[in-house]
């Protein structure tokens, strides 16, 4: 059994982790570290898991003894602890945003603190899990990817790659449940100041605008900057992201859907729609499917396409335990096999 450890125990992302690795085959919770509950029984913090025998511990990075841990907290901690379980061997698969810029500069820009040294940024592995290439040999920290990044990167994948858009005029528009900013409290994401309304955010200075700018550059081989706004919907899960994008010669919407069948017909978390129908954020909460819709303005050669996730699962947890499963050869399913939650 591969014997796992989490941090950030009292969060949303641990949680999601702890119910998705109940119905892992090949693992075993051994630690759910939190200082502030050390302890206490998890049941306390998460009265649905009252069934498990699970008490939260301190973190002390020498007395660690697993396998792989998980971070599920806010940036600006991993990189403080995650090199000494890597120096001791653990694997570390991080859910937060530390080890996802190899630019020190952008991170400091973006996340507002130092980043992590530029070795250990550089020895990192950013792993959109349908196009790892993880392995148990050479890799020894994952940077699982952002949830709007993930929902729109698995969007953009195949037309970059392809060389069908331009590049240089690609406009993103996201919307996001509220689940996405944490447990913390924050005016924001209050209920009467959330329920009822529709708010855009952190136009232009989102700490995932870099994060997809690094992964389309690395595709194309030049520096691309994309249009980003994030907007704050009154749900609690999914991520819905319409992504606008020239084409640089004539294109149907047939031809672009085969070249989207192309490159997912084999993944199993990728869902491509037939032409003509587009997903709804309610048809993958739950699940770690990423469903996809595409549509392009044969007129203004514009192509426009619509992405789904549950931001908790395959923006995060679920992704990571995909991570995982590949790190250690396991078909990337397994674990993962929970049908959206419907209605």
């Known amino acids: 059994m591969i014997e796992i450890g989490i941090v950030g125990g009292s969060g949303y992302g641990a949680v999601e982790l702890i119910r998705l690795l109940q119905h892992h085959p090949n693992v075993t919770i051994k630690y759910v570290f939190s200082h502030s509950k050390n302890d206490e029984p998890i049941s306390e913090t998460f009265p649905h898991l009252s069934h498990l025998i699970l008490n939260y511990t301190a973190l002390d990075?020498?007395?660690?003894?697993?396998?792989?841990?998980?971070?599920?907290?806010?940036?600006?901690?991993?990189?403080?602890?995650?090199?000494?379980?890597?120096?001791?061997?653990?694997?570390?698969?991080?859910?937060?945003?530390?080890?996802?810029?190899?630019?020190?500069?952008?991170?400091?820009?973006?996340?507002?603190?130092?980043?992590?040294?530029?070795?250990?940024?550089?020895?990192?592995?950013?792993?959109?899990?349908?196009?790892?290439?993880?392995?148990?040999?050479?890799?020894?920290?994952?940077?699982?990817?952002?949830?709007?990044?993930?929902?729109?990167?698995?969007?953009?994948h195949p037309l970059v790659v392809q060389e069908v858009i331009d590049t240089e005029s690609i406009i993103i528009d996201s919307k996001t449940g509220v689940s996405g900013a944490g447990r913390s409290l924050a005016q924001h994401v209050h209920y009467a100041e959330m329920n009822e309304n529709f708010s855009a955010y952190?136009?232009?200075?989102?700490?995932?605008?870099?994060?997809?700018?690094?992964?389309?550059?690395?595709?194309?081989?030049?520096?691309?900057?994309?249009?980003?706004?994030?907007?704050?919907?009154?749900?609690?899960?999914g991520i819905l992201s319409t992504i606008y994008v020239k084409l640089n010669e004539y294109t149907t919407t047939e031809e672009l859907q085969a070249i989207y069948k192309q490159y997912y017909d084999d993944k199993p978390f990728v869902r491509v729609r037939d032409i003509g129908i587009y997903p709804k954020t309610k048809e993958v909460y739950g699940s770690n499917f990423c469903d996809i819709g595409i549509y392009v303005d044969e007129i203004n050669q514009m192509a426009i396409i619509v992405s789904v996730i549950d931001n908790l699962v395959k923006g995060a947890s679920g992704q990571a335990i995909q991570n995982l499963n590949l790190l250690y050869g396991l078909d990337e399913t397994t674990g993962l096999n929970q049908l959206p939650v419907y209605p």
């Open 202 to 237: 952190a136009i232009g200075k989102h700490k995932h605008k870099p994060e997809i700018e690094q992964y389309i550059s690395t595709l194309s081989g030049k520096d691309i900057n994309v249009t980003f706004t994030p907007h704050l919907v009154p749900m609690t899960r």
């Open 61 to 156: 990075e020498k007395g660690v003894s697993c396998d792989v841990v998980f971070f599920a907290t806010p940036s600006n901690v991993s990189k403080h602890l995650a090199p000494d379980l890597v120096d001791k061997g653990v694997k570390v698969i991080d859910l937060s945003g530390d080890f996802r810029l190899s630019n020190r500069h952008m991170y400091k820009t973006f996340y507002g603190e130092e980043a992590a040294p530029q070795q250990q940024l550089d020895a990192a592995s950013y792993s959109i899990a349908e196009w790892s290439e993880v392995d148990w040999q050479h890799t020894k920290l994952i940077a699982n990817p952002g949830c709007f990044p993930t929902s729109i990167l698995l969007a953009l």
